[in-house]
Structures are given as C-alpha cells and as structure tokens.
C-alpha cells in the first residue's frame, strides 16, 4: 500500500500545475531560439514572451509594458528597492515592516548599516501596522515603503491600499511584496495605487526561477542587472523563454482559479482550522483571522515544539512548515510570530498549513485525523502543560 | 530537512524511557519553554548504587528527544561515578551522530545529568550556580564555566561552533566578543600544555606585516566591539609593545585581555615567543 501524500506548504513552494508544464515544453526542445536573434528561429520565442507578458498584465490588471520578468522574487524586490534608491540618491530614509520576508527584511538590515535611515513598522498581536505610526514616520527624505501585500507565515492581510494612499499622498514610492498575495486574492494595479509589485512564480503553480517585478509606467528606476537591452533596458539577460512562457500560462490559469481560492481553498482552511482548534489540545490561531490569505493557518500548539510535529507529520505524508527556531537552523523562532509578541509557550509549537487549489476535502480530514494523536503523542513526553493534559484525558 | 542518523530517527520515534518515576533518588532540569527546549531527567538506584531506572520529558525537536532517549539508555546499570563521566560526545556518538547545529542536545542531555546526580548528592542550587559561574549568553542563560568545558571537551575553535553546542550567541549576539574571549583563555592554556611545532622563521619585514594584520584583523574589531582600541608603539624581537585606547584603557580587566586575549592571538598567527608589553599614555 503506498502512503497517502498531503502537500500542505504551498506557501513554500507549489505543485507546478500540468497546463504549465505542457505549454513549456516546446520552447526548450522546438522553439529555443534567442527571441532577440535576426532570424527566423526568434519568431516564436519572440511572440511567446509577448503573450506571457500580456497574460501577466491582465492578472492584476496592468499593462504589459509595465511587466519586467525576473529570476525570482527575490531579485523583484531587490531590484524594486535598489532601483528606487538608486534614482533618488538624494533620498536617505526606507520605511518597512518588522515581519516582512528576510528579502525585503535583510536588504533593508544591510542598506541601514550602509548609509540609509530604515524605519521597521511594529505589529499589534493580530499583525497588524498602525498607520499613525506610518504617518508620523514619513518625512521629505523617505524614498521607498516597502510592505508586503499578505504574510507568508501567518497569512495577514495588509489594507494596501490604504497604505498606498497615505505613502503617495506624502510624496515617496510604494513597493509591494505581493508574492504571497498574487493567484490568491485579486489584485489590481488600476485600483491601488502601488508603484512597485513583486511576484515569484513557484508560489502560483510556475516553476521556480522565474519572477516579476510590475513597475508603474512613469516611475524613475535603475536596473539591478545592467546588460542588453532586454526587457526595456529594465533588466539586463536573455529572456528566459520557457520560464516566462510557464509563469504566463500559470497566471491565465490563476486569474481563473482566484475565485476558486476564495471559496473552495477557504472553505478547506477554514475546516482544518476549526477541527484542529477543537480536537487537538491547547491550539491556538495566530494573526488575525478575518484579513487573511484564503489558504494560509498558522497554529500553535502549546507545550510542544514545532520541529518534532514536522517530523511526526512528515512519516505520516504530511507536508507542513513551521515557524519553530529548530526548524530554521537558526536559534531564533520566527522573527514575523515574535513581533506579533505571541508568547514562548506558543511561539516554538506553531505549524503553517498552506493549502492551495489542488488540495480536497479528503486531505483535510487526512491531516485532522494524523494531527490530533501526534499533539497528544508529544504532551505526553513533554514537561510542560502537565496538569492541562490530565485534565483533557 | 536535517540529515538525521538511524538511530536518532529511531529514539524519536520510539523514544525509550519517557515519563516520570515515582520517588527518584535524582531530578533534574536543563533548558526552559523561551529557548525552546527543556529537559527533566530523573532517576532512581538499587542497592549496590546502580542506576536501576531512568525516565526522562522533553520539550524540543526531534534530536532533543533522541538525545534524551539516548541517555537514559545509557545511564542504567551504571554507577554514578561511571555516569558522570559520560560527555555529550558520547551521546552524540551513541546516536551515529548529530547534526552539528543540533549538538547543544547532546550538551542539554549531559547538563541535566549532572543536575540528576547534584541533586541526589544533595548539592543546592546555590552552589551548582556558583559551580556554573556567571551568565556570558542572556538570551539563552549560558554561563562561562559551562561554555569553557564544552569548548574544551569538543576542542571548539570559533564563535559558530559554540553557538551548536550550547546555543550561547544564538540570539541577539552581544555575548560574542566575551565567547571569544573565552575561547582565546582555553586556546591559550592549552598552547602552553602543548608543545607546538617549531614556527617557521619569519624575516623581520614579515613579522611586522603579520603582527599588524592581526591586529587588524583579529583583534581590533573584538576590542572595537566593546568600545575599545589598540595601537601598535613598537616591536622589538619578539618584543610587542602595544597601548590600549577607549574603552580599554580604562578597563580593569585590560591586563587580561592583553595578556590571554591580545597575545594568543599573536602566538597563534604570527610567533609562539611573542611578548606583549604595555605603554601607558
């Protein structure tokens, strides 16, 4: 009998979806000629980084000459960052969140011991910003606020375009970290007046090593990768033809499956929450539960540490993450928990499902089922939360 | 994913010896719920003083678990004086091995044994805190005798590798220059125990540029991390005469630093004969 599997990381990574797949495979074995190239051979590369492109616009309703593909999220928000501070050398000051992803986190880390003014924004235990905290922090000398549209680890959606608003009306660059929040929640660029929007493909069924940083027609930018005329002398390197043309099908197909996520993924979320708060001990949500992602629960499970659960899930098929410092190497647990001041007896036991579209109701009951035993299995080694134990046999 | 060995994936499968045991003869703790593992190990001897049970709870991941299993293990049929001489090495060799970020189980496992057997001598608190000495690392409440027998023990040569065993500079890392420090002392005394190959021989020019590239290097910004300096006067053979600047000059333990910290480094990266000599300004 093989194991039943349940992939529940997707915000980690995602299945790349068939559809991506099939639309790829032409373009390294057929069509794999250098859409820059004089010849006959850059005719279809050409066409179907032009397609991909417009496919991406239309995902959050922008315009395809604002579309600038990358390697990764990661290298958007570099690029956004840097490329903003770059062409406002006068500009000393950054503004970010306390609970970004360590790309936007550690770059502006290194930027404020390299001559910048970087204000951290605190959240309240919800995970929220305060936005009289952003109005008062915004001066003449801030260039860029980078905040991150939805948070990987907890799932909180931030009001952005509130914040885009207020950032705007004070005369400094909007970026936006959508790399969660993009093929989950709709987006559109008409509506929010963000600047800069970065989006990876791996966390929306493309595959990995492909990004995009979305940059509003009109704003002053230097390239990060300085090359060729590439992307509109936005970023230098050959396209990377079959990636582009995968992350175009990938967002067709999310446009579609948007809805999908807001009903179906948030219907499953909400029923291995709600069974997980009910049946396992001492569970608790972190972040606040209304503005968030459709798919994303963040856990903590009291009295019992997040790597031994990981594990314990993992023998059973289970794919999970966590925000437990064993389970990063480092001996800090997670930075975006700790800041929502959830406390120690919390913060080391939490556990991130992530669902997407390709999961069912049958993996859901498959996790609650697999779950429950595993929480009560580790209290019962555990020290702590002995009294609470006796009490709940 | 850590690349954990058989073993360890078995004792945290099927940990051995969980729970508690009614009346031990020894308890004791290592570890608490804010640093993210914890450990309480208890156990009880027969007549001729043998460990004849233990039983241990964890709070931590997969490797503190098998490490506690591990122990527990090991320890029963054993004397106490044989048990004490059981180091985390040992643990960690019991299990086929652990990941070197995840040696600090191993240490965990150890300490609480000690504590165990402390507390069946009879020991207070008190003087097993005095026995640890005074806390280096706040964040994770490690105290400078411990790390010093961890990094004598394991042979532990840089901050990083202290960090795996005991945790201590996991957080906020304003402990490290005293970690250093710390390893300098073990460094130092053990150059003296041991008889070093004979140096090669350095043109004078070159001894020059090494001993200021180490300084450099090596132990300006150490001192520049508490606020303090030191400028390089004069050299004269192995004559190395140094003032202190900021912080240091008014330190009251600048005798110390310079003499297990400024000049093991000097021993180490340049010459064995180096003496170091203070002006005063």
Known sequence: ?393 | MWNYSDKVKDHFYNPRNVGEIENPDGVGEEGSLACGDSLRLMFKLDEQGRIKEAKFQTFGCGSAIASASALTEMIIGKTLEEAEKITNQDIADYLGGLPIEKMHCSVMGREALEAAIANYRGEDVEALRARKGKVVCECFGVTDNEMVRVIKENRLRTVEEVTHYTKAGGGCRRCHPQIEKLIAGVLGVEKQEVMRPLPKKLSNIQKIKLIEETLEKEIKPMLRADGGDIELIDIEGNRVIVALRGMCSACPSSEFTLKKYVEAKLKEFVSDDIIIEEVKP
Request: aromatic share 6%.
């Open chain 1, 1 to 393: 009998m093989t194991q039943r599997t349940v992939y529940a990381d997707n915000n980690a990574t995602t299945q790349v979806a068939p559809e991506v797949v099939e639309a790829m495979m032409p373009f390294f074995t057929k069509h794999y000629g250098n859409p820059s190239s004089m010849h006959f051979m850059a005719i279809e590369p050409e066409k179907a980084v032009k397609q991909a492109r417009e496919q991406v616009a239309q995902l959050i309703n922008a315009d395809p000459s604002e579309i600038v593909f990358t390697s990764c999220g990661t290298e958007s928000d570099n690029a956004a960052i840097r490329g903003i501070l770059a062409a406002l050398p006068d500009k000393r000051h950054i503004i970010t969140t306390r609970v970004e992803h360590p790309a936007v986190r550690n770059l502006c880390q290194y930027l404020g011991k390299n001559g910048y003014r970087v204000t951290e924004l605190s959240v309240d235990k919800l995970g929220h910003i305060d936005l009289d905290e952003l109005r008062e922090t915004l001066d003449d000398d801030t260039a860029i606020v980078s905040i991150m549209w939805a948070n990987n680890e907890t799932g909180v959606i931030f009001p952005i375009a509130e914040l885009a608003e207020l950032v705007k009306s004070r005369g400094a660059l909007f970026h936006c970290d959508a790399v969660q929040a993009a093929g989950k929640l709709p987006i559109d660029v008409k509506k929010v007046p963000v600047d800069l929007i970065s989006i990876s493909g791996h966390k929306l069924h493309a595959p990995k090593g492909i990004g995009v940083l979305y940059i509003r027609k009109g704003t002053y930018f230097v390239p990060l990768l300085m090359g060729g005329h590439q992307e509109q002398g936005r970023r230098g390197g050959t396209e990377n033809v079959p990636y582009i043309v995968g992350l175009g099908k990938a967002a067709e197909l999310a446009r579609t499956y948007v809805r999908e996520e807001q009903h179906r993924v948030r219907m499953l979320r909400d029923r291995l929450e709600n069974e997980l708060l009910e049946k396992a001990l001492d569970a608790s949500v972190n972040g606040d539960r209304v503005n968030r992602l459709p798919n994303t629960t963040s856990i903590s499970f009291k009295y019992i540490e997040g790597e031994a659960i990981l594990l314990l899930l993992s023998a059973e098929g289970i794919a999970a993450s966590s925000g437990s410092a064993c389970t990063s190497g480092s001996l800090e647990p997670s930075h975006v928990l700790r800041a929502m001041g959830v406390p120690f007896t919390r913060v080391h036991g939490s556990v991130r499902f992530s669902l997407s579209r390709y999961n069912t109701e049958e993996d859901v009951s498959y996790i609650v089922e697999k779950m429950v035993p595993i929480v009560r299995r580790l209290r019962e080694i555990s020290p702590f939360g002995r009294e609470e134990l006796y009490a709940a046999k």
